[in-house]
């Protein structure tokens, strides 16, 4: 029998903010799966000890193959959706009923937090100037207006994760989720979002990531023209 949506959250060394960020989120009342992506520090310690299901992999393999590594366990134990945030604390845990409302709402469509949307935003420029290119790439690419393909504050139902097969083990995995889920005729909904930038290091490499992106791009274009 389905369950109630339960929360993923990839950590690569978030052990000074996953610990309160789990107490909000189970003050909510939704199970917190922790996938510890090769942390050096206390990350999987203090996610346990603060109540997660805490799954390690033993070395960093990226944020995708963590997220994938969450997902997979999810649909074992029968959860009817996933709730995505990052480890860093720059998603407020108050908002998920919200995005879980619009997702109720909506059905058939996959529910992104929009970072872009919030007036008074503090992302940092460059990041914000990325974001905005990603993302009308992605709107392009998947004839929707994604407004910030890059947010990691997301509602996947089981039914999208049980037919997109993923294959990214890095940042792009978040590209590649909505262009699947496009193509296999899911609406892409945004939903404004806070955002809390508190001087966390991104681990994104743009020369390296902006590759896997344009990558990824190209081979869903190469995919659609056949």
């Given amino acids: 029998m389905p369950r109630q949506p339960c929360v993923i959250i990839p950590g690569y060394n978030a052990g000074h903010t996953i610990g309160p960020l789990i107490r ?74 919200r995005l879980l409302e619009a997702a109720a709402h909506t059905p058939g469509a996959i529910v992104v937090g929009s970072r872009l949307s919030v007036n008074g935003s503090p992302m940092p420029l460059a990041r914000r100037l990325t974001n905005r290119l990603m993302s009308w790439v992605v709107s392009q690419v998947t004839r929707q207006d994604v407004h910030d393909s890059q947010c990691g504050f997301r509602v996947i139902p089981r039914r999208l994760l049980e037919a997109v097969p993923l294959s990214s083990r890095r940042f792009e995995i978040e590209t590649e989720l909505l262009l699947s889920a496009a193509r296999l005729g899911w609406t892409i909904r945004s939903v404004p979002v806070k955002t809390i930038y508190d001087g966390h290091h991104s681990h994104i490499r743009p020369v390296r990531d902006g590759i896997r992106f344009a990558r990824l791009i190209l081979r869903f274009m190469r995919g659609r023209a056949r």
């Fill in 24 to 97: 909000r989120i189970r003050q909510l009342g939704f199970d917190v799966i922790v996938v510890d992506d090769g942390s050096t520090d206390q990350t999987a310690r203090t996610a346990a000890e603060t109540g997660a299901m805490v799954i390690s992999h033993l070395r960093n393999q990226g944020k995708g193959q963590a997220l994938r590594t969450g997902f997979a366990y999810a649909l074992r134990s029968g959860y009817d959706a996933v709730v995505t945030l990052d480890g860093d604390g720059q998603h407020d845990p108050s908002e998920i009923p």
